[in-house]
Each structure stands twice: as structure tokens, then as C-alpha cells.
Nanobody, 129 residues
Framework: QVQLVESGGGLVQPGGSLTLSCVASESTFKTYNMAWFRQAPGKEREFVAR???????????DYGDAVKGRFTISRNNAKKTVELEMHDLKPGDMAVYYC???????????????????WGQGTQVTVSS
């Protein structure tokens, strides 16, 4: 079981920026598919971004439509971290953000929450003036 710990959430004004970080417990991090999801009260968990392991040191990224052009996912395999850099935040971005992991090479798109079997505890992002 992979342990994931998120950090970096907080209160930000509309139009502001925030960077979330997730650190993993395992040394084989380079073979992990990593993702960020979010969940607002009363809503289903929503795909935000993912870094999919293609093989060797090659990864592909994908983003949810609501965040394309504003959010960027990046990873540092040496530090076993994945970050979500968020810009131009809107009230609609307010949610609990979760880091997720799935180990190994996977054929599907990895944009559904059911694709992941390891989750962090979540970090709250509040966008308000």
C-alpha cells in the first residue's frame, strides 16, 4: 500500500495561485501513475490532472476540461513528489484536493477515480475574497 500525503492547501483570493504537493512513501515512485482529483461538497470526485507512466522515464499528462490552461501537474521522482500548480483560481475550484496513485503500466486513460487504489487524505482549497 502506497502512502500519500498532500500539503499546500489554503485560502486564496479569486485570480490567485496555489501549489499543492503530494509525497509518496515508496522508492519505486518512477513507476507510479499519479493524479489529482477534487471533490466539492455534494458533488462527485472530479478528475483534475494526471501523470501517466508510459515506460522508462516517459510520462504523459492530461487535464480535466475545467482546469486546462490554468493548472499544471509535475513530478520529481527523486523526491517522490507530484505537484499541482494552480493559477487564476476561481470559486468553482474550491474543493478538497486528493492525490492518487496507481502503480505500474496501465493501458486505460486513468482519468476515473476508480482507476486508482491509493489515496491521500486530501487538502482543502478555498477560493474566496
Amino acid at each position: 500500500q502506497v502512502q500519500l500525503v498532500e500539503s499546500g492547501g489554503g485560502l486564496v483570493q479569486p485570480g490567485g495561485s496555489l501549489t499543492l504537493s503530494c509525497v509518496a512513501s515508496e522508492s519505486t515512485f518512477k513507476t507510479y501513475n499519479m493524479a489529482w482529483f477534487r471533490q466539492a461538497p455534494g458533488k462527485e470526485r472530479e478528475f483534475v490532472a494526471r501523470s501517466k507512466w508510459i515506460g522508462s522515464n516517459i510520462y504523459s499528462t492530461d487535464y480535466g476540461d475545467a482546469v486546462k490552461g490554468r493548472f499544471t501537474i509535475s513530478r520529481n521522482n527523486a523526491k517522490k513528489t507530484v505537484e499541482l500548480e494552480m493559477h487564476d483560481l476561481k470559486p468553482g475550484d474550491m474543493a478538497v484536493y486528493y492525490c492518487a496513485a496507481r502503480v505500474g503500466r496501465v493501458e486505460n486513460s486513468l482519468i476515473d477515480a476508480s482507476d486508482y487504489d491509493n489515496w491521500g487524505q486530501g487538502t482543502q482549497v478555498t477560493v474566496s475574497s
